[in-house]
């Protein structure tokens, strides 16, 4: 009687952890069906529709993260540069390139480690597509470094893993995949340090 009892108090406190820490699992990040991939940038399309699937919805209420709709835009995001090494906000990194047509789209840096120091909040941490200078061809370089660069520049933090969000406001890549070709800008490795 008591050897059943423990069994069953072992076997319920099992699948309780196991069942919790899947759950946990399963809900870090946005589910690996329906990714949309262009280069190295990853999007999650159907994030943004009316009826998002079980996966995603809880995702959205665990972060408490705000999609934009399918109509909207879409939201691109890099987490390693086109050599793929992650990320690193010690580093210098460039970006070239050209984006997808779009009417508008904004870049930005999102840190998964250290906290930006809060005593240098004029640093930029993103910009937008009408804010930043554009080469002869109209295509990007944004520099992006944990310290001032001429030009377009994206500040980093002084180190710790980061990642790049694209993203663009009333564009058809949700509509025209297969129809046309579609380009993202490269992130290229510049060096670490003071380079």
Not at 17 to 35: N, Q
Not at 86 to 110: D, F, M, Q, S
């Amino acid at each position: 009687m008591v050897r059943e009892l423990l069994s069953y108090v072992y076997g319920s406190a099992v699948a309780l952890i196991l069942g919790i820490a899947t759950a946990v699992w399963a809900t870090e990040r946005l589910p690996f069906f329906g990714e949309l991939q262009i280069g190295d940038w990853t999007a999650f399309p159907s994030v943004g529709r009316a009826d998002p699937d079980p996966y995603t919805r809880a995702y959205l209420a665990r972060t408490g993260a705000l999609p934009l709709a399918i109509a909207e835009g879409i939201a691109f995001e890099m987490h390693a540069d086109s050599e793929g090494r992650p990320l690193n906000a010690a580093c210098h990194y460039l970006i070239v390139g050209k984006t997808p047509t779009t009417r508008r789209w904004t870049i930005r840096v999102e840190r998964t480690g250290p906290a930006y120091d809060a005593s240098k909040p004029a640093l930029p941490v993103s910009l937008h597509s009408r804010g930043l200078l554009h080469q002869v061809d109209g295509s990007l370089a944004i520099r992006v470094s944990p310290i001032p660069e001429p030009g377009n520049w994206l500040y980093t933090g002084p180190n710790g893993p980061f990642k790049l969000v694209l993203t663009l406001y009333d564009t058809t890549i949700a509509s025209d995949i297969g129809l046309t070709e579609l380009t993202m800008p490269e992130v290229k490795f510049e060096g670490c340090g003071n380079v």
